[in-house]
C-alpha cells in the first residue's frame, strides 16, 4: 500500500527527529519509505505563542494497515517524546496519516484521507514537492490543489 504521512515539530530539535522519525517507519515491518519532501518551516494553525513548525511529508510503501499504522505511527511520537499536554500542545514529533492508498477511513480516531490537509499549505506544499499528482479522494489532484493555499506563509528549509 502507498501511505503519505505528514511530519511536523516544533520543540527540540525537529530535524533529527525527522531523521528518527524516517528511520523508525522504515523499519517497521514489510514497510520502506520511497520518499521524502524537504522540510519546511510554517507559522502554527490555530494557537498563539509557539514557535515555528518545521513540516515534511513522507511516503511509504507498506504492508501495515492502516489502524497498525496508526498506532505504530502514536508509538514514534511516544517514543520520540511527544506529550499531549493540552489540545495544540507544541510537539517534538507529530506524525499524521494523510493518505492510505485511495482509501476512504472514517472512523472516531482514524479518519483518512486527514480532513484538513486539503486546506494547509504545511501538508499541500511537501505532498506536491513529492507527488504533485496524487488525487486526495473528494477534493482531487495536490497541484490543482495549492492555489487554494498560495497565502500561507511556508519556507523550504
Do not use: W
Not at 27 to 51: F, I, K
Not at 64 to 77: D, K, Q, S, Y
Not at 136 to 149: C, E, F, Q, Y
Request: with cysteine; net charge negative; glycine share 6%.
Amino acid at each position: 500500500m502507498r501511505a503519505f504521512i505528514a511530519f511536523g515539530a516544533n520543540l527540540g530539535d525537529p530535524s533529527a527527529a525527522f531523521v528518527s522519525a524516517l528511520q523508525q517507519l522504515g523499519a517497521l515491518p514489510g514497510t520502506r519509505v520511497v520518499a521524502h519532501s524537504s522540510l519546511y518551516r510554517t507559522a502554527p494553525v490555530g494557537v498563539e505563542h509557539q514557535p515555528d513548525y518545521i513540516n515534511a511529508v513522507i511516503e511509504l510503501k507498506t504492508i501495515v494497515a492502516a489502524r497498525a499504522l496508526l498506532a505504530a505511527m502514536l508509538n514514534i511520537e511516544h517514543h520520540n517524546g511527544r506529550r499531549r499536554d493540552f489540545a495544540m500542545a507544541p510537539r517534538s514529533m507529530d506524525l499524521d496519516l494523510l493518505l492510505y492508498g485511495e482509501a476512504t477511513i472514517n472512523e472516531d480516531d482514524l479518519q483518512v484521507p486527514h480532513p484538513r490537509m486539503h486546506l494547509r499549505a504545511f501538508t499541500l506544499v511537501p505532498l506536491a514537492e513529492i507527488a504533485p499528482e496524487i488525487v486526495i479522494p473528494a477534493h482531487g489532484r495536490v497541484i490543482d490543489l495549492l492555489p487554494g493555499v498560495a497565502g500561507q506563509e511556508i519556507a523550504r528549509c
